[in-house]
């Protein structure tokens, strides 16, 4: 059995194109990631390896197949090396059918290469950057993200042209990456989540800046006099780029990086031009364009009410869910299915109805893949009143139905306001009736069928009491 060891597309490339001249069968090559990866997949031994002869095969592949082959090469299978190389072994010996979805390994290609854009499409939509100092040393931006594939570098890339010169990092448990307002750079993966991003301080960005720097690219005399990269501005430099120079000259890092980035997969440096700067943030004077609290920054957008202009009942909820982030209306989700029973059963028509939430931006925490809502912190609430206070000023509702604490508290100005005090129990303030009830979302996490049907009544009745509060245009049939 013979052992290969690529750590990227190209070595794997390169080392393929060698064994099919030698005519190496994919039996007989054990592939490997690294030195320590175990041989999985090792069992014949290997037979001699043929001398490249001028009849050897040369191997030519379409660019589409290169194509496939290099976006699978992202996809995290203990064996991608050996399938794609069994690949190009059947595509050499005439078999066209190896890139056929009718075929067995064609199919995996296929399934393999759609993982992996997939994977590029929702990293491209669901990396949210936050914000940091950059007097400690950080970058501008700085993301986290779980990909499922290895798509880190060409993710980067698509965020090098759209963000200009600001300076960046996305995280990855297994890597990350630099933008320092003019190249990119590979970087050890030293953040183990997202919360590290808030605690990491000066110490770990000098870590980054290190694992970064790169000698063979050096220029002493140009860095001694001045500091290139806006990434490094901030950074202490007095004491660690001497340090960094003298080690370089020393010949400590022969390989022009540290040990840890020159053994990562992947291009080491990727130069990209930046194209467009960072868009300004000014003061918000749309929804859209709010910046009061920091939940904007990562949620998909801004979720503003929906409803005729002047409804009689407007219903609060708390803040949009998964579904709405992504969609930009109320109640499109699960907790808005059980409103809209909750409506049909107390005769309410949802088009009559103005909806909107105590807070507009989604606030989550990541569990695996999915996007888990969390409560909003009073300060947000505080945050998102003016909003709130917009649109009551502006429907003029006769009714307001809040739905759960949150909405009561944002929508009586009081973050003490508990639903205890007031469920279901009308009253009025600044001139217009409010009703309290459970959130549906209550209803689905009840724990119990009882329960459930308890807290989906209180809704009901409170939509149905909203009714008599005014005269019949806002009931259905
Ligand atoms: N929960 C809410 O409070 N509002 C929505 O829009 C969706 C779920």
Known sequence: MMRKVVRSFDEWRDAARELVARRMAPEFVAWASSEEEGDLFSAAPA???????????????????????????????????????????????????????????????????????????????????????????????????????????????????RMGNATWMIATPAAAVLWDGEHLHDAPSLLRSAADIEDAGEALWLTYYRSIFNPARLNADLLRSHIPSRFWKNLPEGAIVPAMISAAANGERRTGQTATVGRRDGATTIMVTAERAQPQRDEPDTLDQCRRCELWRNATQAVPGVGPKHAR????????????????????????????????????????????????????????????????????????HAWLEEELARVKPEVVVVLGATALKSVLNNGSATMSAVLDAPFEHEGRWVIAVYHPSYVLRAPDEESRQQAYEVIVAGLRRALTFIPAPARSG
């Open 313 to 384: 009942i407007m219903l609060v909820g708390e803040q949009p869910g998964d579904q709405e982030d992504l969609q930009g209306l109320p109640f499109v989700g699960p907790a808005g299915a059980v409103l809209d029973r909750a409506l049909t059963a107390a005769g309410v028509v949802r088009d009559q109805v103005y909806l909107t939430n105590a807070v507009k931006h989604f606030k989550w925490e990541l569990r695996g893949k999915r996007r888990l809502h969390k409560t909003p912190a009073q300060r947000e609430i505080s945050a998102c």
């Open 47 to 161: 037979p001699p390896l043929a001398t490249p002869s001028p009849a050897a095969p040369v191997l030519r592949l379409p660019r589409e197949l290169m194509e496939m082959l290099a976006s699978a090469a992202c996809f995290s299978a203990v064996d991608r090396w050996a399938f794609l190389y069994k690949i190009i072994w059947r595509w050499q010996l005439g078999e066209r059918d190896v890139v056929s979805a009718a075929d067995q390994d064609g199919a995996r290609l296929y399934a393999m290469v759609k993982a992996v854009r997939r994977e590029e499409h929702d990293m491209h939509a669901y990396v949210r950057f936050r914000e940091r100092k950059e007097e400690d040393g950080a970058p501008r931006f700085v993301a986290w993200f779980e990909p499922t594939h290895e798509v880190l570098p060409q993710v980067a890339r698509h965020f090098a042209r």
